[in-house]
């Protein structure tokens, strides 16, 4: 959880006590006030939701990278080592055929 949506909580929280005791005292501007928080507590913390899952996605994306990367190092790898070995058949086979 980040900072935006505590504080978009927090706010909401303190929104919604200032509008339940607004209308308990008959206070129709603290009472407006309450909602209004509540609404600017809800967008703090919509912000601070879609900033967290934009950074969820960048790491799941970052992690996925790697992994290819790593997929793709040890596929390179044994394609070397595929074509060493085959290079030593051949010289081998070329130098069985050659010696007296």
């Given at each position: ?28 501007k603290l009472a ?53 070995n085959k290079v ?13």
């Open positions: 959880m980040n900072k935006e949506q505590v504080s978009g909580k927090i706010e909401h929280a303190v929104g919604k006590v200032k509008q339940g005791v607004g209308e308990a005292v008959g206070d129709e407006n006030q309450g909602v209004l928080d509540q609404a600017k507590g809800a967008v703090k913390e919509a912000r601070g939701d879609a900033k967290d899952a934009a950074k969820q996605v960048q790491h799941s994306h970052e992690k996925a990278a790697g992994e290819q990367a790593d997929q793709t190092r040890r596929k390179i790898s044994e394609s070397i080592d595929d074509t060493k030593k058949d051949k010289i081998e086979d070329f130098k069985g055929r050659h010696s007296s």
